[in-house]
């Protein structure tokens, strides 16, 4: 027989769906600011191998002359980014959620199999609780991102007032290079996220709005 | 006779509890995501701003970078000072971003001079060798440009707290604003005091130990590390003090009018 099994509390989706929209406009506003200053590459013995952001690029998502605009957006969002990862935060440390979140001392061990697993290399998965030990490793690596995409982004913000900050993430100008990263990096977990969704299949997406699993029992 | 009209309540089948949850959730899920992306095109389409000290913003996000402003302005203190460097670290090649408002060839150094208005009517006209009496301040610290880039820099001249206090211009200074601009008007801004008034913004005329080149600002330009580039207005030709924000620049093309550090 079916039976409904909870899986993740209002908040958490909430939360979870707030930020999507809100790190999507935080990026994109993003572009506009960096496009001002592009000047990161990766280059790799003398040679050119990424130009953030080739022209294509560019023309292709209307980005350049839009600073202002850009500054704009991104010093509005940023407070609903920031107070909603608060939010998310506060949540899961009091409900206790974050039982099922961090990682524990078995999580790098066992994330190793649940990927050797999911490239098809080993058949069988640790046993787990509502997260696997890879995404308890990913889960909890996108808040500290989050949290370290505040705190550079404020050292760029105003790295005056708070220049201490600014002088913690290596100064002002490695401070814009280490948020740029960080901004790779969401948009890498967001198409390994959603690849993994998919594969995932319906269940586990329908815990993610409705917040139950169904299962056989 | 009375009759008890029982309520009965259906026991729904986990199947059925399946298919309402579903229901439920997802329906709010669309309704709220469309209601964002609705309030999103209107973010995206809202009205500009009606063209005044400040011009260019859209009227919400205007209104959201003068919120931003008055909170990080409780923030600011004059303890608050940025970093200093070695003086071997400033650049030799010092970038050179923009020439609104110096542009004209036939500036002449010599007979400029710097009007600062004072009282109601009165106009102090200050020449560079008056200038160069005051106490001189030499700063090394990273300029920073809107555009991302930063570059450590060498300027030294007279702190503007310095230039106040000597031209006795106290009762200005307790006003709320004060504003620059080039000796031609094309380029100009607008400061709050506080920010004037920090120990490290000065009028300077020297960088890297040598008078400040034309490209700079010569003979006498601002510098003033609370803000970005914008505002370090080049080559100044007049000072005045108000209690309106005084126009400003880029300001009128869609930026933050405080663009504080």
């Given at each position: 027989m079916k039976i409904i099994k909870e899986k993740h509390p209002l908040l958490t989706r909430w939360t979870h769906w707030v930020n999507f929209p809100l790190l999507a406009i935080m990026i994109w506003s993003g572009l506009l600011i960096y496009w001002a200053n592009d000047v990161y590459t990766i280059t790799i013995a003398g040679h050119r191998i990424i130009r953030f952001f080739p022209d294509w690029f560019n023309t292709l998502l209307n980005i350049p002359q839009r600073l202002a605009e850009g500054m704009a957006f991104h010093?509005?969002?940023?407070?609903?980014?920031?107070?909603?990862?608060?939010?998310?935060?506060?949540?899961?440390?009091?409900?206790?959620?974050?039982?099922?979140?961090?990682?524990?001392?078995?999580?790098?061990?066992?994330?190793?199999?649940?990927?050797?697993?999911?490239?098809?290399i080993r058949k069988t998965l640790p046993t787990q609780g509502k997260y696997n030990a890879a995404q308890r490793i990913a889960y909890t690596a996108i808040i500290l991102m989050g949290a370290g995409?505040?705190?550079?982004?404020?050292?760029?913000?105003?790295?005056?007032?708070?220049?201490?900050?600014?002088?913690?993430?290596?100064?002002?100008?490695?401070?814009?290079?280490?948020?740029?990263?960080?901004?790779?990096?969401?948009?890498?977990?967001?198409?390994?996220?959603?690849?993994?969704?998919?594969?995932a299949g319906w269940n586990n997406f329908r815990a993610m709005v409705?917040?139950?699993?169904?299962?056989?029992e | 006779m009375k009759t008890y009209k029982k309520k009965v309540r259906k026991v729904l089948t986990p199947e059925q509890k399946i298919k309402r949850r579903n229901f439920i959730s997802f329906?709010?899920?669309?309704?709220?995501?469309?209601?964002a992306f609705g309030g999103w095109k209107w973010l995206l389409h809202a009205p500009e701003e009606t063209p005044g000290v400040t011009a260019g913003a859209s009227k919400p996000l205007r209104r959201a970078l003068n919120k931003s402003e008055l909170f990080f302005r409780n923030l600011f203190s004059h303890k608050?000072?940025?970093?200093?460097?070695?003086?071997?670290?400033a650049a030799t090649d010092v970038r050179v971003n923009g020439d609104i408002g110096i542009e004209d060839e036939d500036f002449d150094q010599d007979n400029w001079r710097l009007s600062?208005?004072?009282g109601k009517k009165e106009i102090l006209s200050v020449n560079m060798a008056d200038i160069r009496q005051l106490p001189k301040t030499e700063i090394v610290f990273d300029f920073k440009c809107v555009e991302g880039w930063d570059q450590i820099q060498h300027w030294a001249g007279?702190?503007?707290?310095?230039?106040?206090?000597?031209?006795?211009?106290?009762?200005?200074?307790?006003?709320?604003?004060?504003?620059?601009?080039?000796?031609n008007g094309e380029y100009y801004v607008g400061l709050d005091m506080e920010s004037a008034l920090h120990p490290q913004t000065i009028l300077a005329y020297e960088m890297n130990g040598q008078p400040v080149t034309p490209e700079h600002g010569a003979p006498l330009r601002l510098i003033?590390?609370?803000?970005?580039?914008?505002?370090?207005?080049?080559?100044?030709?007049?000072?005045?003090?108000s209690n309106q924000r005084p126009p400003d620049y880029w300001a009128e093309q869609g930026y933050d009018y405080y663009s504080g550090l």
């Open positions: 010093f509005f969002f940023m407070w609903f980014f920031f107070l909603n990862g608060l939010f998310y935060v506060g949540y899961t440390l009091i409900s206790g959620q974050w039982r099922s979140l961090l990682p524990n001392k078995h999580s790098l061990r066992d994330a190793w199999q649940v990927m050797l697993h999911d490239l098809h995409s505040i705190i550079t982004g404020l050292a760029i913000y105003k790295p005056v007032q708070f220049s201490w900050l600014c002088w913690l993430c290596g100064g002002y100008h490695f401070a814009r290079i280490l948020h740029f990263t960080l901004t790779i990096g969401y948009v890498l977990f967001f198409f390994i996220h959603v690849v993994q969704v998919i594969i409705a917040g139950f699993d169904v299962v056989e | 329906l709010t899920f669309f309704v709220l995501g469309g209601a608050h000072l940025a970093r200093t460097y070695p003086i071997d670290r600062v208005a004072r007279v702190r503007l707290t310095d230039f106040i206090a000597h031209y006795k211009l106290l009762e200005e200074a307790k006003m709320q604003y004060v504003g620059m601009a080039t000796p003033i590390p609370v803000k970005y580039g914008i505002k370090n207005l080049k080559r100044i030709g007049t000072i005045s003090f």
